[in-house]
DNA sequence: CTATGTGAATTTATTCACAGCA
DNA sequence: TGCTGTGAATAAATTCACATAG
């Protein structure tokens, strides 16, 4: 492997690549090629080796890549081989759902804490989690929280993602509809569910 | 505006933009700069002028963009002028917050269907539409809906995709962690909560 | 003979810089 | 002067093609 910038686009399939490992590894032999694991997950095959090599050399030329060790790779990678804890804040329809969401655990998260200013739900158990008020995100500091999940309305968005900076959150999952501004060093990934919708009837040719 | 082959990532932002007048106009003035405008949005000004010129001529030079017209002229593009009807399959967590997520009639979505497999839940009726079977989902070919939103397990979501194919639905918005196999005349956009969240930890620095 | 890893070629997208209109 | 619209320049990502390893 040379020196290279990883592409962002890269960055954003390797969890793609784990998920299909992942999923599939019950009904796969010991060792997988690109070209098998491209089409199970209706990619190229030379964009999954393109996107490996980036990071490594994870395959046997003539043979393929071995799954298991693929898997922990990929882990390492997106250091997904220590668990880590987020907190949640904004107890609505889409944050409630959040909260039992299978899928965060199989990657090691674990929503540790969560966060509403609706009186009727502080203090209520959601999800084996005691809801806190949102006034109390500063503790946080303590409590090596480093995720942010915000499922808060888009009026106090931006508050919300400030109280989780200064709490030392370092990245957040936004699902409000809006951007939010944050200092450089924070990652931040919006989600907006209505502007994937939104752009289906584009592409619908009537 | 010469001929241009329209870029993906353009027409992913276009309801960005669209999003961002709805939401600034009640405190903006009648005219809007791409400056101030790609500001509010955290984008360069030249990013906005090139998208909007994919599509035409929508501002007067010196003076910016009308946010009205231009409003008018984005949701034209999308095809959002007509209001859409919507079948949602799977009426588990995520589904029933989806039911009454706020945004979708925003932009003149309407849930219009809902099925589910689970008899308890069949009959019944959630955010005032009645839960059908989902052996049912033949009969939208009738109805006049051409989206489809899956919210399934995944081992069902292939299944339940080629039944809403069948029934004439010319575009998915699949929440299923798994990729959906198509014909090449729908789209098929994905959107797997887990796979962004997974991605937090390879940017934070430790 | 098979399948990887990777430079090179190609395609796609972003950014610049400025002509031209209000 | 201020701001749009857009070719041209640059940057980024994808695809190809093939040398090389098992």
Redo the contacts between chains.
Sequence with gaps: MRYHKIPDEA??R???Y???LL?SSQDLPEKISSRKLAD???VNPWQVRKDFSYFGEFGTPGVGYNVEKLIKQIKK????NVS?K?ALVGVG??G???L??P??K??G?DIAAVFDNNPKKIGKKMANVVVEDVSNIGLLKKRDV??G?ITVP?SVAQETADALFNAGV????NFS???I?APK?I?V?N????????????????
């Design positions: 960055v954003r390797l969890p793609l784990l998920r299909g999923f199970f997950l209706g990678i997106l250091k997904l880590h987020a329809n889409l409630a759902a959040l039992t969401y899928e965060f199989i990657y998260f480093k995720i999940i888009k370092r990245s957040i999952l509809p809006c951007s501004k060093k990652k990934v989600i907006d569910i209505a502007m994937d919708l939104v752009r289906l009837p584009y592409y619908m040719t009537s």
